[in-house]
């Protein structure tokens, strides 16, 4: 688990040591999605598609490799909150693959 996901409380004294109640986020805040959704539309291929769904964000595309290519621009270009992903191209007409998911950032399983 990534510490970008822990939100920490204040320290407090118990004893000889200092206790550090911590939360955990869940989802990602409406305006870091848009953020997000914008530098895939500004820098993605053309087929993607970039949705914002409450808490997540949901990336699409009909090419396993453009989805793996936002993955990698977003690692590379944001570091302040946790991705979790699942990347499953959809299939074409007439091709013999799975159903897609596409790309949900935010809420980790």
Do not use: F, H, N
């Not at 510490?3 to 200092?18: I, M, N």
């Not at 986020?25 to 409450?54: F, L």
């Not at 453009?66 to 007439?94: E, F, I, N, Y």
């Amino acid at each position: 688990m990534s510490l970008k996901s822990w939100t920490p409380g204040e320290p407090k004294p118990s004893g000889k040591e200092y206790r550090l109640a911590v939360g955990l986020k869940e989802g990602i805040a409406q305006d870091d999605a848009k953020k997000i959704a914008k530098i895939i539309r500004d820098e993605g291929a053309k087929g993607i598609k970039a949705q914002v769904q409450g808490e997540e964000l949901r990336v699409s595309s009909k090419k396993k490799d453009d989805l793996q290519d936002v993955m990698a621009l977003l690692k590379a270009r944001t570091s302040t909150s946790p991705c979790s992903s699942s990347t499953t191209a959809s299939p074409s007409p007439g091709s013999r693959a799975s159903p897609g998911q596409g790309l949900g950032a935010g809420r980790s399983p």
